[in-house]
Nanobody, 124 residues
Framework: QVQMVESGGGLVQAGASLRLSCAAS????????LGWFRQAPGKERSLVAA????????YYADSAKGRLTISKDNAQKTVYLDLNSVSPEDTAVYYC?????????????????WGQGTQVTVSS
């Protein structure tokens, strides 16, 4: 099993930058890649970015390219999501999740373990 705790959300103004953190734990953590999802009010949860612990596999949704950056700290067992120049459209609950399908990070249905989420609210 993998456990994850997200942090870093909050209320920010449009144009600001924000870093979300996902602290992961579990004896088999190295077998999983971690991804960031977000769910805006009234919308489905969607994958925005994912990364494996080697850093050799990284996935970005088209909507995330150029403005969101995923990174990791193996020593801290933490995956980060940097959001730059946020807009009200970035308002959502951001979730961290784990998948054992290291070759297909974009396969949403393969994410098995989920954190509780962190709320990001962007004011205009």
């Amino acid at each position: 099993q993998v456990q994850m705790v997200e942090s870093g959300g909050g209320l920010v103004q449009a144009g600001a930058s924000l870093r979300l953190s996902c602290a992961a734990s579990g004896r088999t953590l190295s077998r999983y890649a971690l991804g960031w999802f977000r769910q805006a009010p009234g919308k489905e949860r969607s994958l925005v970015a994912a990364i494996d612990w080697s850093g050799s596999r990284i996935y970005y949704a088209d909507s995330a390219k150029g403005r969101l950056t995923i990174s990791k700290d193996n020593a801290q067992k933490t995956v980060y999501l940097d959001l730059n120049s946020v807009s009200p459209e970035d308002t959502a609950v951001y979730y961290c999740a784990a998948t054992a399908d290291l070759l297909r990070l974009q396969m949403v249905r393969n994410y098995q373990y989920w954190g509780q989420g962190t709320q990001v609210t962007v004011s205009s």
